[in-house]
């Protein structure tokens, strides 16, 4: 279907964070691709996400979505002004380093009893942060009125801060970019609600 | 001494390994910056490295790092590229998102008597990936022959390797880029045997 050498692979699983945040990256390119199910808790999910593209295999989400950015034509990922290149990627690796391995499934394994509470607190302290850092920066979206990085990593992690019932209610401008953000094609189309291997139970 | 809205301020902790990677940088580059020490383990610690500059506040070290790269003059830290540059960020996120976080104060505090084996186990099954991975990019150093952001994360982590005993013997590449890169000058400068708030018995 594609040929030899331009097909572009990703090895995804639905409900895993860094994976969606580098489908909104290829839907928001249009770049179409193979989608490769993995799936996280059985299989171990070291290997997820993990982009095959150009003869590259890259499994960081945040260098595999600056490496569509810079090869592909379409919606800029990172702002041109390097000040505000600097905020998104910060904001970025807020999630990117600062929450989400620490909630991660490794992380989580050796914390037994403790591990909702673990989890509640790590995502708590890092929206507490990011909510400070967003008010600065922020216009419709995380850093002004385009999309950025900063908020192909918000929207997966709000979806785990669901899932471990942190109260929204203190982020009013998370939550606002949040419903700017949802109604937008290439994160209605890249959303785990909508994966191949999205179990019926979870569809949109 | 530096002229007002001019100046640089680095809020680092010495043995900081998110600080050093920025010290680094800041070296390669030659910018003079003030260095303000704080206590990463009396202070709480959740400050460094905080960089002040050009009016930003930039707190996360890699967004820090590639803001340098892009604003200053001196040898490129990021490969023009795009693979190469990929490969490098790739590399350094290994580093910055799937080792430290995972040892580093927060971590280790809630581990109680499992702490040393916690850590030596992250940064061993961390080091196993990031061999495999380097040995298809290194020349000299980590991608090809010249410094990259991979470089500037791996030496800081070494350190913590050597900290909690890991067995450096299984990473015979890692060892010699590490051999190769402790000599250049902007890597001797950084060093957290030689910054202001290094304690005298663990000066070089």
Redesign the interface.
């Known amino acids: 279907m594609f040929p030899c050498g331009h097909q572009v692979v990703l090895y995804s699983y639905y409900r895993s964070s860094c994976s969606w945040r580098v489908r909104i990256a290829l839907a928001m390119k249009g770049v179409e691709y193979e989608y490769v199910p993995v799936h996280l808790v059985n299989d171990g999910g070291e290997q997820v996400p993990t982009l095959l593209i150009?003869?590259?295999t890259?499994?960081?989400s945040?260098?595999?979505i600056?490496?569509i950015d810079?090869?592909r034509p379409g919606p800029a990922i990172l702002p041109k002004d390097?000040?505000l290149?600097?905020?998104a990627?910060?904001l970025?690796?807020?999630i990117?380093?600062?929450i989400?391995?620490?909630q991660n499934l490794?992380?989580l394994k050796?914390?037994g009893d403790?591990t909702a509470n673990?989890a509640h607190s790590v995502i708590t302290k890092g929206f507490d942060a990011f909510e400070k850092?967003v008010q600065k920066s922020a216009g419709t979206y995380c850093v002004g009125d385009e999309v950025t990085i900063a908020d192909l990593c918000l929207i997966p992690q709000i979806a785990n801060a669901n899932r471990f019932k942190v109260d929204m209610s203190k982020y009013p401008t998370i939550v606002r970019i949040k419903e700017a953000l949802e109604t937008l094609p290439a994160f209605v189309a890249a959303d785990s609600k909508r994966q191949p291997d999205t179990p019926e139970d979870q569809r949109a």
Do not use: I
Request: charged letters at 20%.
């Open positions: 150009d003869g590259l890259l499994t960081q945040l260098p595999a600056e490496y810079e090869t390097p000040k290149r600097a905020q990627r910060t970025a690796e807020l990117n380093s600062g989400q391995p620490l490794s992380v050796v914390m403790n673990w850092m």
